[in-house]
């Protein structure tokens, strides 16, 4: 399997966005986005590249596999 990208919150959430997904609601760090039955949570920390777990879900949640 190739190397995870790197990405900041506001990179993933850019690609959620665009993909479809609408931010249903937000507490403290975290903002969640739904679209259809699925749901992803964001946590959104200024400048800091996101763990590899939640890029792996975020790419999951976007059918890029």
Known sequence: ???LPRLTAQE???????????????K???RIY????R???V???AGITLH???I???????NLE
Do not use: F
Request: hydrophobic letters at 35%.
């Open 34 to 37: 739904k679209k259809d039955n």
């Open 1 to 3: 399997m190739p190397k």
């Open 28 to 30: 403290g760090s975290h």
């Open 12 to 26: 993933a959430e850019t690609m959620l966005l665009n993909a479809g997904y609408e931010m249903i609601r937000s």
């Open 43 to 45: 946590p959104m920390h």
């Open 39 to 41: 749901r992803i949570v």
């Open 56 to 62: 792996k879900q975020v790419i999951k949640s976007l």
């Open 52 to 54: 590899p777990k939640i």
